[in-house]
C-alpha cells in the first residue's frame, strides 16, 4: 500500500503566489541610506495635498464657472510638483537599483507615471498655446489627476509590500528555529 503524503492546499497556493521581496539587502540598505528618500518621502504628501486643493479648484471652477485663474495656477503648480518628484524619483531609482528608470521593482509604476507626466504635460500645452478652451483644459486636468490617483496608489500599494518584506525578513530573522522554519506555516 503506498503511502501519500497529505499537504495543505493554502500552502501550495501560497508557494505557487509567492514572489520575491521588493528590495535584495542590498538595495534595501542603498534605499535606507540615500537622502533621495527623505526627499521622495517629503516630495509625496506634499505633491498629494497639492492636488486635493487643486482637485478641488478644478471641480469648482468646472460646477460654477468661477475660479478659473485659481484653478489654472493650481494645476500649473501641481505639474511643478510632479515633475519635481519624477526628477528625484529617477535619481533615487539611480541609486537604489541602478538605472534611472523602469528598475523591475517599480516598472509598471513608471510605464504609469509617463502616461501622467504625458497628461500633465498636454495639459502645459494647452494652455500655453490656447489648443484647448478653459473647460477643455480642465477636463485635460481631470483626466491627469485621475491618472495620478491611480498611479499613486500604485506607489502605496509597493510601499505596503515593502514594509510587509520588511517585517516578515525580521520574523524571519528573529525566528528561533531559523527563516525556514518562519517562511512555512504550521499545519
Known amino acids: 500500500m503506498a503511502i501519500t503524503r497529505q499537504t495543505n492546499p493554502r500552502v501550495s ?11 535584495t539587502p542590498e538595495e534595501r540598505a542603498r534605499r535606507d541610506g540615500t537622502v533621495w528618500t527623505l526627499v521622495q518621502g517629503i516630495l509625496a504628501p506634499v505633491q498629494f495635498l497639492v492636488f486635493l486643493v487643486s482637485l478641488g479648484l478644478v471641480l469648482r471652477y468646472l460646477a460654477t464657472g468661477e475660479g478659473l485663474a485659481a484653478a489654472t495656477l493650481s494645476v500649473v503648480l501641481k505639474t511643478v510638483t510632479l515633475y519635481t518628484i519624477m526628477v528625484t524619483g529617477c535619481i533615487w531609482e539611480k541609486v537604489v537599483f541602478g538605472r534611472y528608470l523602469f528598475a523591475p521593482a517599480f516598472y509598471w509604476e513608471d510605464v504609469f507615471s ?27 486636468a481631470l483626466a491627469a489627476y485621475a491618472c495620478y490617483a491611480i498611479n499613486a496608489t500604485q506607489f502605496l500599494l509597493k510601499l505596503r509590500a515593502a514594509r510587509l518584506d520588511h517585517a516578515r525578513a525580521q520574523a524571519s530573522a528573529t525566528s528561533p528555529t531559523g527563516p525556514a522554519a518562519a517562511a512555512e506555516p504550521a499545519l
Do not use: E, F, N
Open 13 to 23: 497556493d501560497a508557494a505557487k503566489t509567492a514572489r520575491s521581496p521588493l528590495y
Open 114 to 140: 509617463m502616461l501622467v507626466l504625458a497628461l500633465h504635460t498636454a495639459y502645459l500645452y494647452a494652455l500655453w498655446t490656447g489648443a484647448l478652451d478653459a473647460r477643455g483644459q480642465m477636463l485635460l
